[in-house]
């Protein structure tokens, strides 16, 4: 949606959607991401631990999340990366000022601002942005899967040994049994692996068609609120990577361009 149209409406009607709430939101906060973004010497980086990082911008872009959201959504609860999650009614805010945040850092320009809706554990709403590349991908429940004004869809390949798959190798204490043999039985059939870094920037390329199947162990619902709902509202399916059902919450996950699902789930658990 055209930021100026989008003002004008926000300026001059109640009747808005969830989504107009969110861009609103993501772009006044994205501003900040592009004012400090190569510019390491502008901020504050203290670390959680090792390659987990927390930046002053972090801070800045979830309270100006936090304020904006709250304004339209006062009664909600809201869990957010860097803060304690706030207490409020059934309705959840999940927000995530900077997924990628290793990546802003070194000034690489795969990050996104996450903003998800749950209600009764079900994903309704949610976005990403990446206002350095000015890709504003939403989806609502029912309402498909887009990025800006185009619709967006899963790829259709059927063969795993012609698609791109997308993965996060674990660093520091995230690694886990038996993941480098996981890693190298999808590497030996695919045509390539892809890690950009943010899972929930992985998961919009899936829901873009631009990979055919993303897995990730070990993430936190905020990495992949929106990215879930986008992959299914594009046509996909999302599972553990077992193969049971993914609910949120359940921190690994699986999710394909639906046609290449089993054989994925075949080849990635062989012994």
């Known amino acids: 949606m055209n930021s100026l149209i989008l003002k004008k ?33 502008n901020f504050q980086i203290h670390s959680k631990e090792i390659g987990d990082f927390v930046t002053s911008v972090d801070i800045k872009v979830e309270k100006i999340l936090l304020d904006t959201l709250q304004q339209f959504y006062p009664n909600a609860s809201y869990i957010t990366e860097e803060s304690d999650e706030i207490k ?43 206002p350095i590349l000015d890709e504003f991908y939403w989806a609502t429940k029912g309402g498909g899967a887009w990025c800006n004004d185009k619709k967006i869809n899963v790829s259709k390949l059927d063969k795993i040994e012609n698609c791109l798959i997308g993965n996060s190798i674990p660093h520091a204490k995230r690694g886990y049994q038996n993941y480098l043999i996981e890693i ?6 695919c045509s390539g692996l892809r890690s950009t870094g943010a899972a929930a920037i992985d998961l919009a390329l899936v829901a873009s068609g631009k ?43 699986l999710v394909s361009n639906n046609f290449i699902h089993n054989q994925f789930l075949e080849e990635l658990n062989s012994k």
Not at 117 to 124: A, L, S
Not at 184 to 189: L, P
Not at 225 to 239: C, I, M, N, Q
């Open 9 to 41: 409406k926000l300026d001059t009607t109640s009747n808005f959607s969830v989504i107009d709430i969110f861009e609103k939101a993501a772009r006044k906060a994205g501003k900040i991401l592009i004012s400090d973004f190569g510019k390491i010497e």
């Open 88 to 130: 409020g009614e059934e309705e959840t805010i999940i927000i995530d000022p900077i997924d990628g945040t290793s990546n802003f850092i070194h000034g690489i320009p795969f990050v996104g601002i996450v903003i998800g809706r749950v209600f009764k554990g079900e994903i309704t709403d949610g976005v990403i942005f990446n």
């Open 184 to 189: 190298d039985n999808i590497a030996k059939k």
């Open 211 to 253: 990979t055919d199947a993303f897995w990730q162990r070990n993430l936190k619902i905020w990495d992949i609120s929106s990215g879930v709902l986008l992959v299914r509202e594009a046509g996909g399916k999302v599972t553990q990577p077992s193969g049971d059902e993914w609910t949120i919450e359940k921190s690994d996950i």
